[in-house]
């Protein structure tokens, strides 16, 4: 994961929902945000499609798609029941496009199912992953009916596709994909009421079936997630997704062990626990001096400044902040170094002292950012303008 200065709001993130949702939780949140892509589900296409390079495969492999509509009525029940127990294909029954899947259907199909034994050998079903993590066991038990009939039946999530002809073709277990579901939750997912079991469950999936090595950067953007969500639960999830990824690390000094570090030092904070967090981040300057890794000890010093200055304690901020912009150079990354200047900035202004610095130094801040029209560029606007005001109006 990218530093977790690379985005005070929207603009860093690829995806519609983190940007809406970056604007709810404030910037809070977008300190978290890596500068992070979307290489969404490329091998999946539109599996019953004609053009999908898997609808064709899968057609090779003598499967049978059977795509559901967005409206799922009695008579579209009815003729999928019918096609999908005609035989001699297995099927595939792709309800993704469905907007809202029941129970029923599962029972449905459950109860009208009369192949004979061995016309269908397999029978999978396609479901959004969110669908996936409330539908999975339920569908499983309302399916047994037809498992029992000789039936192997599989319930999988979308970015499972590229594996489904191993298991139509060999009964092979489909492939976890938490790589492409994080993906997928960053930047089209549309959050529901059980957001929280769908990151636990994601946060499970990463720990049980990535790399070792991918672990904890995995639930370090899970921890970048929750952030998102406001309040005192989406503050709770993130502290958990990113101890769990401190817990992955271990002990030595290393730039991930700092970044986890202010990760949870940032949901701690959040959570009104502020003497832990602190302690959080001082660890983390620690190590990285350890490392000598100044980009590393600037971030956590940034980190501590932005926590006073939202508290009120102007000046310590501002120490905070020249010395965090001391330790780097023009060489290191802008986007750490507009943050640090815009924050000093406005600590100055905040003192109602050197506003010809101030400005100084949000004018650095907008000169770095990567787009000129971008919303962290347009609060050093709103900053600049603020202090011209100041200074033309003195007070009295």
Request: glycine fraction near 8%; proline fraction near 4%.
């Amino acid at each position: 994961m990218t530093d977790v200065h690379a985005a005070r709001v929207s603009s860093s993130w690829g995806g519609t929902v983190i940007r809406r949702l970056a604007r709810a939780a404030g910037r809070g949140f977008a300190r978290l945000a890596g500068v992070l892509t979307s290489p969404l589900v490329r091998a999946l296409g539109r599996i019953a499609g004609t053009k999908g390079d898997h609808s064709r495969r899968l057609a090779c492999r003598k499967v049978d798609v059977v795509r559901a509509e967005p409206e799922l009525g009695e008579g579209f029940d009815a003729t999928v029941l019918a096609r999908l127990q005609l035989g001699p294909r297995s099927k595939l029954l792709d309800l993704r496009a469905a907007r809202l899947v029941k129970v029923g259907l599962f029972e449905r199909l459950a109860s009208a199912w009369q192949a004979p034994r061995g016309t269908v050998a397999r029978l999978g079903v396609l479901l959004d992953y969110e669908r996936w993590i409330i539908l999975r066991n339920v569908a499983a038990r309302r399916l047994q009916p037809i498992v029992d009939r000789g039936v192997d039946v599989g319930i999988f999530y979308a970015q499972q596709a590229d594996s489904l002809n191993d298991w139509f073709s060999r009964g092979e277990v489909c492939r976890d994909r938490p790589r492409d579901v994080i993906d997928w939750l960053r930047t089209h997912w549309r959050p529901g009421a059980v957001w929280p079991s769908v990151l636990n469950r994601t946060a499970s999936l990463v720990q049980e079936s990535a790399e070792v090595d991918a672990v904890p950067g995995m639930l370090l953007e899970l921890a970048a997630i929750a952030r998102s969500f406001p309040g005192t639960e989406g503050a709770q999830q993130a502290a958990k997704h990113a101890g769990a990824a401190l817990a992955w690390i271990g002990d030595q000094p290393s730039r991930a062990r700092c970044r986890a570090l202010r990760a949870t030092a940032s949901a701690t904070l959040a959570l009104g626990q502020t003497e832990t967090g602190l302690a959080l981040l001082e660890t983390a300057i620690r190590n990285a001096t350890v490392l000598r890794d100044p980009i590393e000890e600037a971030s956590a010093l940034a980190e501590i400044g932005f926590h006073m200055l939202q508290r009120g304690y102007h000046a310590r901020a501002e120490t905070r902040f020249r010395a965090a912009l001391a330790l780097l150079s023009d060489d290191d990354p802008g986007y750490l170094r507009a943050t640090l200047h815009h924050d000093l900035a406005l600590a100055l202004v905040e003192q109602g002292a050197a506003p010809d610095e101030a400005e100084l130094h949000v004018t650095v801040a907008l000169k770095l950012r990567e787009s000129p029209r971008s919303q962290l560029a347009s609060e050093d606007i709103a900053l600049i303008a603020r202090i011209r005001a100041q200074r033309a109006s003195p007070p009295s």
